[in-house]
T-cell receptor
Framework: KAGVTQTPRYLIKTRGQQVTLSCSPISGHRSVSWYQQTPGQGLQFLFEYFSETQRNKGNFPGRFSGRQFSNSRSEMNVSTLELGDSALYLC?????????????FGPGTRLTVL | GDSVTQMEGPVTLSEEAFLTINCTYTATGYPSLFWYVQYPGEGLQLLLKATKADDKGSNKGFEATYRKETTSFHLEKGSVQVSDSAVYFCALLHGSSNTGKLIFGQGTTLQVKP
């Protein structure tokens, strides 16, 4: 069974630009969550999507947004990029058949903002 | 709010040494607890999990027991190998709602020397 895939793996942008990252969950998984990983703040939850609806949101500014499609694939968008947005962005999927489902992570997208 | 605290690293051990990485948590209710491992340049891999008090998770020689009385989930391995060198994250998932929001500790870097 294929794992969670994320594209692109690496991205370089300049301040003020916007970026879109993509995540394809494991087949049959209906929930997708996004996390930001930085050396200073560690792993922080961005948001979670289920059935094309945002179910949960972390404490990030409105420049960070996401969506989920009917096939459960998800995208996240960051507008007006800042230097501090440089990070590894991780996507995780779970089946969402119960409260204790395990989340499986993708390899991440490394975003560098210059 | 919920939180996870891990022992600070880096932890440096010789091959075949005993490993303990401490993890304590603060949460209401009965969270599920996880250990994830991150190898250089990769995403997070689930190492083991426990969903209720006194559960023991185990995988690849690693073990951790969910101790509600001490709010702890310490990771142990009897004999580490060079290939275990990685960053280890303790995480919790709140048990009272169907959310995918994982709360992570700051991570502990393990370096195993031959």
């Amino acid at each position: 069974k294929a794992g969670v895939t994320q594209t692109p793996r690496y991205l370089i942008k300049t301040r003020g630009q916007q970026v879109t990252l993509s995540c394809s969950p494991i087949s049959g998984h209906r929930s997708v969550s996004w996390y930001q990983q930085t050396p200073g703040q560690g792993l922080q939850f961005l948001f979670e999507y289920f059935s094309e609806t945002q179910r949960n949101k972390g404490n990030f500014p409105g420049r960070f947004s996401g969506r989920q499609f009917s096939n459960s694939r998800s995208e996240m968008n960051v507008s007006t990029l800042e230097l501090g947005d440089s990070a590894l962005y991780l996507c995780a999927s779970r089946k969402d058949s119960g409260k204790r489902d395990t989340q499986y992570f993708g390899p991440g997208t490394r975003l560098t903002v210059l | 709010g919920d939180s996870v605290t891990q022992m600070e690293g880096p932890v440096t051990l010789s091959e075949e040494a005993f490993l303990t990485i401490n993890c304590t948590y603060t949460a209401t209710g009965y969270p599920s607890l996880f250990w994830y491992v991150q190898y250089p340049g990769e995403g997070l891999q689930l190492l083991l999990k426990a969903t209720k008090a006194d559960d023991k998770g185990s995988n690849k020689g690693f073990e951790a027991t969910y101790r509600k009385e001490t709010t702890s989930f310490h990771l142990e391995k009897g004999s580490v190998q060079v290939s275990d060198s990685a960053v280890y994250f303790c995480a919790l998932l709140h048990g009272s709602s169907n959310t995918g929001k994982l709360i992570f500790g700051q991570g502990t870097t393990l370096q195993v020397k031959p």
